[in-house]
């Protein structure tokens, strides 16, 4: 596993937003770099492992430890021995990163309703019902955690990708459940 | 005013997450650029001229020219000409880009929980009680659109700014009513 010992690129670069006395400011403090969200959609998803991360996002390996080092020590990821392999790490959401899923889910929703739909459909799991674009089941009016999510693939959708993260996401699962490949 | 002809910086370093096919992707292809999300945020509290945007956000004018215009194309602003200038554009929100509200409020939510409040507070227009963190008003159950938040500062915090737009945005107002400045 490769993960460089240099400091986070914000390090390097400052306090982005130094002159904004904003929280959403100190939100893309934290999650503004380039893919950073999208590892944060990865671990609800129920990626924790650096490879998988990796061959799911093709991102440099560089940039992955990068991200994930902020995270880490941002409080949105816990560094935890993996179970399966305990001289390597897995990263798994904290319950501030948890926390994260109405602003990604709201994110997801604004750019399937106007870019073209999204991959994945997200049901309550005990109705279960798709969510609407706020995150609320029609059927009970619950707005649950992602605890209580279940997510599958939009059926007849054209896959672009067949890494083993994208296969062991084909079946329905609930959002944070760890993926085994 | 300066508007650089070049294209977007996203022209040129290409489709940022090309092999994603997620709408969270999409969304980070338009939104996901240092600084856009903030001009996004002072187009909802009623910035509009490109003067305001950049004595409010302190950033390089190419940078500014550069989002403005990758926001336009994207259909989250609209360029018209400026009532009291009119050779001059501004930039107001489009119905799409009204939407981004849900997903901003909840980034503006998660970063004032956890990194020390947010310098402003969100109040239903009608009744007016502050928002919680899912934008939703407890007094009333309704989730409000921009139209109908009312805006404030935060009573007794220090302030960090004294441009006419931080100036202009020290009484409550409602979001998206245009600043004279």
């Not at 893309?28 to 799911?56: C, K, M, N, P, S």
């Not at 941002?74 to 109405?102: I, K, M, N």
């Not at 739909?117 to 707005?143: E, I, K, M, Q, Y």
């Amino acid at each position: 596993m490769i993960e460089p010992g240099g400091g986070k690129l914000s390090d390097v670069l400052g306090n982005d937003y130094a002159g904004q006395d904003c929280a959403l400011a100190r939100s893309l403090e934290i999650l503004g770099e380039r893919w950073t969200l999208l590892i944060v959609r990865d671990a609800f998803y129920g990626v924790q492992r650096f490879t998988d991360f990796q061959v799911h996002l093709d991102i440099p390996k560089g940039v992955l430890a990068d991200r994930l080092k902020g995270l880490t020590e941002d409080g949105v990821l816990e560094r935890r021995p993996d179970p399966a392999h305990p001289r390597r790490p897995v990263y798994v959401l904290t319950a501030t990163g948890r926390e994260l899923w109405p602003p990604l889910h709201a994110l997801l929703a604004w750019g399937g309703r106007h870019h073209g739909g999204n991959s994945r459909v997200f049901l309550h799991v005990t109705c279960p019902t798709p969510l609407d674009d706020r995150g609320t089941c029609p059927d009970c009016g619950a707005t649950p955690g992602p605890e209580d999510i279940l997510s599958a693939p939009v059926a007849g959708r054209r896959r672009r990708r067949d890494d083993p993260v994208t296969t062991a996401l084909r079946p329905p699962r609930r959002l944070l459940d760890p993926i085994a490949t």
